[in-house]
C-alpha cells in the first residue's frame, strides 16, 4: 500500500507565504517525477511544479519566481515553498508521483508503476 500525505496548507496572507510538504510511504521501489497540482473552485486541476528525480524543477508561469519546488530522495517528501501569495492562489492543492510500487506474493515480486495522490490540502489566501 502506497500513499501520499500532504501538510502545510491553511490561511495566508496576500504578499505571504506558505509551505507545503508531501511524504510518500509504503512499498516503494523508485520515484520518478514528483510534483504539486492545484484545483480551484469550478476549475480544472492545473500543473503548478514539477520535480525530477534528479532535482530539475518546472513551474508553471504563473508561479515562477514566487513558488519554489524541492524534494529529499532519502525521505521520499516533496516540497512547495510559497511566497508572494495571491488570492488567484487559492485552491486545493495536491501532491503527486511517479513511482513504481512493489508487492510480495508468495515470494514472487509484482512491480506496478503509476501516478499516485495525495488527499489534497486547502490554501487560501485572503487578500
Known amino acids: 500500500q502506497v500513499q501520499l500525505v500532504e501538510s502545510g496548507g491553511g490561511l495566508g496572507q496576500a504578499g505571504g507565504s506558505l509551505r507545503l510538504s508531501c511524504a510518500a510511504s509504503?512499498?516503494?521501489?523508485?520515484?520518478?517525477?514528483m510534483g504539486w497540482y492545484r484545483q480551484a473552485p469550478g476549475k480544472q486541476r492545473d500543473l503548478v511544479a514539477t520535480?525530477?528525480?534528479?532535482?530539475?524543477?518546472h513551474y508553471t508561469d504563473a508561479v515562477k519566481g514566487r513558488f519554489t519546488i524541492s524534494r529529499d530522495n532519502a525521505k521520499n517528501t516533496v516540497i512547495l515553498q510559497m511566497n508572494s501569495l495571491k488570492p488567484e492562489d487559492t485552491a486545493i492543492y495536491y501532491c503527486?508521483?511517479?513511482?513504481?510500487?512493489?508487492?510480495?506474493?508468495?515470494?514472487?515480486?509484482?512491480?506496478?508503476?503509476?501516478?499516485?495522490w495525495g488527499q489534497g490540502t486547502q490554501v487560501t489566501v485572503s487578500s
Open positions: 503527486s508521483a511517479d513511482l513504481t510500487a512493489y508487492r510480495d506474493i508468495d515470494d514472487v515480486f509484482h512491480f506496478n508503476r503509476s501516478q499516485c
Open positions: 509504503g512499498s516503494i521501489l523508485s520515484i520518478g517525477d
Open positions: 520535480i525530477t528525480s534528479d532535482g530539475t524543477p
